[in-house]
């Protein structure tokens, strides 16, 4: 079935090459970024609109935003096909484009790289975003808070995560992470009666400031190391060459730097602390954008740096579980068990869901431990997460729409209120558990088994990881159980039978399409893997690219 | 017969729980009791189809993800097809039992009954080790549910100590079956279908005998727990007395017999070496299971419990026929399988019924039931004695075939030698003398239970008990000519899973030497008594037998 599939998409691929927009496509390399302008575009009328101080425009920005946010993903969707068309064969393949920035000597070197990786990437940041907008309307009128910067400010911080996930240079990188970073420290203080989620923005602001910090202090000696670089290609040539048998201590220092100021953004233990305050504190909707959206462009942004900068380099070159890859290991062992334990005793949802997260994220770090083979699962992991975590917190808005409550005690006995609730809810947080025919079964078990085939030396950390799925099953199980199993909460008693048309149709919607993802993702697994297999090899390709753009008037033609 | 024709039956019951969600809410329980019993007596006539295959067993294979080499691949040989009607049939029956049973939330008991369907009718056809594992574990979450909400006052311990013996077997299972996997690819097999039954069976010999049995155990503890063999059983009696009546039905009617399945299938079927290695051991654990189970049921307090012990007891003879390694003996425990589905079946059903009349279990309660209720005396009554073994009846056709074959069984013949010339032999007769032991404790059980709960005097508060109505003598009415007809005529169920059974057991007939029992001269005999227990296999120097 999945063959017959892959054929239709195919076919429809092959008449979109024949209609000419693929050449089109390839060679107008700005045409690439074209999602990011339309957010940027939509992000100034939406700004427009606040400063035209009416009521209705107000309003009106959450339309902005959502169109805005849904014409570029269907963009995306365009370009992904568009572009990823070898024309000889006809066969699906990215090439990778490039934005040539600047030049040295007669090279040029891409500031940002659409290749396919980063498009898959930027897919889901931008349906995470639109979702994210979709359900955020309801959550903020009952919390009378005002419409309009909170969408702008949304639209801000997906243009940051999008270009962090194509970023091939480390002022790319500076200037999407800060764009991402500045945007959600606002975003998690919006509530501003609300003290909880104004102890959450400083101390997002604090926390998040401080590892940026750390973060290019290790890019500035990094940009020593790599005599004067700031593309990742360059530094990551500059780096292989770096004489391995003469230690040099700021190499391991760069490392660590940098590394911390990473895992700071994808909250892995040590570096978690903010996350569980941040996420009960900030608004639920935003809770949901940093837990999905933005950890998405993080690890993609790691990802990259670790393929392209480090992937050569002598000290990432030892076999086996030694020196660096040690630390990924002992990183994701801690943030897995660490986020799973403390999950276990958690009252509010929200909370609960940042622990799972720092969980989760320790479950993907063990693809770090190994990179290779493993990188390919990782990706599959960031698009099943993307779907059955956002589809959890879509359902968990709807409630505190309905009733105001965040604790789990008060979801007991949901099923007798609202049964299609609850099943979408058990199917996310069985997912997250990885219980098979979900997304999230397939995320661990292809991860998983890419760890275990690594190597004898790795095994005890996929016993680990099973050991921890199996205690995360008891707090996930829990949820169900009260909802399922338990007498009705006075919350739920008290709920009405009546629907409310309005707050329903968006967050229906939203966790409709989850639902659909975490589903289909299962069932048709294999297809999703063998892209993203190919956007990880490509990611470690030589830019063809390289040396045929110019920044001359008339770009020579690649052939 | 159409080739998506298992698909259907696997998907049929998934049409109707979701069927069943669209009931409107405020729908009379009457209704949808209506509702659930129509929907599985079509899922019944529709698996019932399958009787007349024919000579070509239906079978059917899709690429799923090709890329780990996983197929959607279920089909049926005649073992698989005799628990599927085993299975729809007692869906039915506890569909109708339902209806006295189940009082609230009716829609959603039968949503995740036709779940559970789903469930266990997938594991009987899977042809797919990854397929079945799925399956395997989709089973969980309706039968997780179904205890903690209709269940008794400790249901939630129940319910969770259900789930974790579970999974604490899944996890072995899954290690066992990705050992397999890897091993199948390590020695070239193809990556399309590596998961397949026949791809991975065709590798195993390609294992060392160590892995071999390391890999044995791993599915053999998954599938004990199930069954359940003694140390790992603790959690079904529990089950049992919290699940409300039809659960207890399906519980020991169906859902241990997936583990006996898994069991005969991936063990004994796959790896015969392995199985002949270990069988003097399983031989020891079907002997605890039988006599030791039987013992504890004899002091239960609690009238549920002691059914709940007899039937993991009577389990144990499944244990003892595969142990017996011969035609006889495999026929027979896949016999035992199907007639302890009824008969169990029928003796929780039984329970049932005065639990709803008296709302107690205890023993110490009861009492000169037998003028009260007769019509529920006369089939409690009938299905013990089908339980301890009365001749002409299904327990005892299934049972004196595993004894048979247990007897006749001569692959193995140990000699201990213990300090003190205390010296014993460990052989399948001797294993099958134990076992005897374990059905004369059942009768003494059994019939003691009677005596308690039937006969004596009759305690005041129960002077107006109704005797049974039309829905319970239907399903007791059922089982009982099931346990007749069978128990009469034997061959009426036993030749579908038959010619399937006896080939995996002539592969053991025509592969090890079989030893007579063994004549042992003083001299052979080890001299160093630090020695405190050797185990000598059978060697050739032993053998009388020709």
Redesign the interface.
């Known amino acids: 079935?999945?063959?017959g599939i892959t054929t239709m998409t195919q076919g429809f691929l092959d008449a979109i090459a024949q209609s000419g927009f693929g050449q089109f496509a390839n060679e107008q390399n700005l045409l690439m970024l074209a999602p990011e302008f339309v957010i940027l575009v939509t992000l100034i009328v939406g700004l427009f609109q606040i400063f035209s101080r009416s009521e209705e425009s107000q309003r009106e920005v959450w339309r902005t935003a959502l169109l805005g946010s849904l014409f570029s993903f269907l963009m995306m969707v365009g370009l992904f096909c568009i572009s990823h068309i070898d024309q000889s064969t006809g066969m699906l393949y990215a090439h990778p484009v490039n934005l040539p920035v600047f030049h040295m000597g007669d090279t040029t070197y891409a500031m940002f790289r659409a290749d396919l990786f980063s498009t898959l990437i930027r897919l889901a940041i931008l349906l995470g975003t639109f979702l994210t907008i979709l359900f955020s309307r309801r959550y903020l009128e009952m919390r009378s808070a005002i419409p309009g910067e909170f969408y702008v400010l949304m639209l801000g911080a997906t243009l940051g995560a999008l270009l962090i996930s194509g970023a091939n240079d480390l002022i790319m990188v500076f200037v999407g992470l800060e764009t991402l970073g500045i945007s959600s420290f606002i975003l998690a203080g919006y509530l501003r009666g609300d003290l909880k989620s104004t102890e959450a923005s400083l101390k997002y602001l604090i926390f998040g400031g401080t590892s940026t910090a750390v973060l290019l202090f290790g890019f500035s000696l990094l940009y020593g190391l790599a005599g004067g670089h700031t593309n990742f290609e360059m530094i990551g040539t500059a780096l292989s060459q770096l004489d391995s048998t003469v230690f040099n201590p700021v190499v391991p220092v760069m490392v660590i730097m940098i590394m911390a100021g990473l895992a700071f953004k994808i909250s892995a233990v040590p570096f978690h602390m903010w996350t569980p305050d941040i996420y009960e504190g900030a608004p639920t909707p935003v809770t949901a954008y940093l837990s999905v959206v933005s950890k998405i462009g993080a690890f993609a942004l790691l990802i990259r740096i670790l393929a392209v900068v480090f992937g050569e380099a002598p000290i990432f070159q030892e076999a086996g579980l030694s020196g660096f890859s040690m630390i990924f290991a002992v990183i994701a062992v801690l943030s897995m068990t660490l986020g799973n334990v403390v999950a276990l005793r958690q009252a509010n949802i929200k909370r609960m869901l940042a622990y799972s997260t720092i969980a989760h994220v320790g479950y993907i770090l063990l693809g770090l431990v190994i990179m290779g083979s493993a990188v390919t699962p990782m990706l599959f992991y960031l698009l099943a997460y993307l779907f059955m975590n956002l589809g959890a917190f879509a359902v968990v808005i709807h409630f505190a729409n309905i009733t105001g409550r965040e604790d789990i005690n008060a979801y007991a006995g949901l099923?007798?209120k609202r049964?299609f609730m609850t099943l979408y809810f058990s199917f996310f947080l069985?997912s997250l558990a990885g219980?098979?025919?979900t997304a999230g079964f397939?995320a661990k078990f292809f991860l998983f088994?890419a760890v275990?085939?690594a190597g004898p030396e790795f095994l005890w950390l996929v016993i680990i990881a099973?050991i921890n799925s199996?205690i995360s099953?008891y707090y996930y199980?829990n949820v169900i159980?009260l909802m399922?199993?338990a007498e009705p909460s006075e919350t739920v008693t008290a709920m009405s039978r009546k629907i409310d048309i309005v707050g329903v149709v968006p967050v229906t919607a939203c966790v409709l399409v989850c639902f659909l993802g975490t589903l289909l993702l299962g069932i048709f697994?294999?297809p999703v893997?063998?892209l993203t297999?190919r956007a990880v090899t490509q990611l470690g390709e030589e830019d063809p690219y390289r040396n045929v753009h110019q920044m001359s008037a008339a770009p020579v033609r690649p052939r | 017969m159409p080739s998506y024709y298992l698909s259907v039956l696997i998907a049929l019951p998934v049409i109707f729980a979701v069927l069943v969600?669209l009931i409107k809410p405020n729908e009379g329980a009457k209704n949808v009791h209506f509702y659930g019993v129509g929907a599985s007596v079509i899922i019944f006539l529709f698996s019932a189809l399958a009787w007349n295959m024919g000579a070509l067993p239906p079978y059917e294979e899709?690429?799923?993800?090709?890329?780990?080499g996983i197929k959607y691949a279920v089909g049926a040989d005649g073992l698989s097809l005799t628990l599927v009607i085993l299975t729809t049939f007692l869906l039915v029956m506890a569909a109708v039992a339902s209806i006295t049973n189940i009082t609230k939330?009716v829609k959603?008991y039968y949503g995740l009954l036709f779940l559970l369907t789903t469930a266990i009718l997938g594991v009987f056809l899977a042809r797919d080790m990854f397929l079945f594992?799925?399956f395997y574990?989709?089973e969980l979450?309706p039968m997780?549910?179904l205890i903690?909400?209709w269940g008794g006052p400790r249901k939630?311990y129940a319910a969770i100590k259900f789930?974790l013996y579970t999974?604490f077997g899944s996890?072995f299972m899954l290690a066992a079956i990705?050992a397999l996997y890897?091993n199948a690819l390590n020695n070239g097999a193809p990556l399309e279908g590596a998961f397949l039954f026949e791809n991975i069976r065709a590798y195993i010999p390609a294992l060392t005998m160590g892995s071999q049995i390391l890999i044995f155990l791993g599915l053999f503890v998954a599938f004990a727990v199930k069954l359940p063999v003694v140390p790992v059983h603790t959690w079904l009696p529990d089950a049992h007395v919290e699940a409300p009546t039809p659960v207890s039905m399906l519980l020991a009617g169906i859902l241990l017999k997936m583990g006996a399945y898994g069991m005969f299938r991936f063990c004994w079927e796959f790896m015969p070496d392995a199985a002949f290695t270990l069988a003097p051991w399983i031989a020891v654990l079907a002997v605890i299971n039988i006599v030791y189970t039987a013992g504890v049921a004899l002091v239960q307090k609690d009238l549920k419990k002691l059914i709940a012990y007899s039937s993991v007891s009577h389990m144990g003879f499944v244990l003892l026929g595969l142990a017996a390694m011969n035609p006889a003996g495999f026929n027979g425990a896949v016999f035992v399988m199907f007639a302890h589905g009824i008969v169990s079946a029928a003796l929780f059903m039984c329970v049932g019924t005065l639990y709803v009349r008296t709302h107690t279990r205890q023993l110490a309660d009861y009492g000169g039931f037998g003028s009260q209720v007769p019509t529920i005396f006369y089939f409690f009554m009938f299905m013990s004695m089908a339980s301890l073994g009365l001749p002409l009846l299904i327990s005892f056709a299934s049972e004196t075939l595993v004894f048979y074959g247990a007897f006749t069984s001569e692959f193995f013949n140990h000699l201990f030698v213990l300090p003190g010339g205390l010296n014993f032999y460990w052989n399948m007769q001797i294993a099958t003398v134990l076992s005897a032991i374990g059905i004369i404790i059942g009768a003494a059980y059994l019939l003691w239970m009677l005596q308690r709960v039937f006969f004596g005097p009759l305690p005041e508060k129960w002077n107006r008990l109704p005797d049974a109505s039309l829905s319970e003598v239907f399903v007791l009415a059922s089982l009982a000519a099931l346990v007749i007809v069978y128990g009469f005529h034997p061959q009426l169920i036993t030749r579908h899973f038959e010619p399937d059974v006896t080939r995996v057991a002539q592969h053991y007939l025509e592969t090890y030497p079989q030893q007579g029992v063994a004549e042992v001269s003083p001299s052979q005999t080890p001299a160093s008594p630090i020695d405190t227990a050797m185990i000598r296999p059978a060697a050739k120097e032993l053998v009388t037998h020709e």
């Open positions: 079935m999945s063959n099923v007798r049964p069985l219980i098979p025919i397939f088994q275990a085939l099973l199996t099953l199980l159980r399922v199993v697994a294999d893997m063998s297999h | 969600a899709y690429n799923w993800l090709p890329s780990l939330r959603l594992f799925l574990e989709l979450i997780y549910l903690a909400i939630d789930v999974l996890v990705l890897f």
